[in-house]
């Protein structure tokens, strides 16, 4: 009897709905309580930060060292011949320049007197000579190229040394 009962329950529950009873679709409530956290010794969390910060220091002054070896250059080192020539060079250049100012200066001067004194003078002063400067441009300013050149590959040979 109870075998037709349960044949006979079956019949009426529709399949799906008996099936569908077991499937949830939100995750299961069950929870545990959380583990207690371990609680460090200060002086512990103070010897972690401070190897850290001797680490870090350590790699700054590696950079710093690293930063201060420069890759020598025989570029630099100039002889003393060619440091006085330089040294005379720049002397000549700063009289030379120190001429043309003062010269300048005595033009400009000569200039304002004549205008105080003739104002026609002084205009015609002013004037462009086109004698002092002569220029004459014949021919064209670029040469065409030339057809059929071919210029030439050189070989290029590297000679920079490399230090390390």
Same mark, same amino acid.
């Given at each position: ?78 002889? =003393? ?12 250049? =700063? ?9 300048? =200066? ?59």
């Amino acid at each position: 009897m109870s075998k037709v009962l349960l044949t006979g329950l079956f019949q009426r529950i529709p399949q799906m709905h008996f099936a569908l009873r077991y499937f949830h679709s939100s995750p299961m409530l069950n929870a545990e309580p959380l583990k207690k956290k371990k609680r460090i010794d200060p002086a512990i969390i103070r010897g972690r930060l401070e190897r850290k910060k001797k680490k870090i220091e350590k790699s700054i002054r590696l950079l710093l060292k690293q930063s201060k070896k420069l890759k020598p250059i025989e570029e630099l080192t100039v002889e =003393n011949k060619v440091k006085d020539n330089i040294q005379y060079q720049a002397k000549q250049y =700063n009289a030379h320049r120190n001429q043309i100012r003062v010269m300048m =200066n005595s033009q400009l001067k000569a200039l304002e007197e004549l205008k105080l004194e003739s104002e026609t003078l002084y205009r015609s002063a002013l004037e462009v000579n086109p004698d002092l400067i002569p220029c004459v441009f014949d021919g064209p300013v670029s040469t065409p190229p030339i057809p059929g050149y071919e210029t030439p590959d050189g070989d290029y040979k590297e000679t920079t040394r490399k230090w390390e």
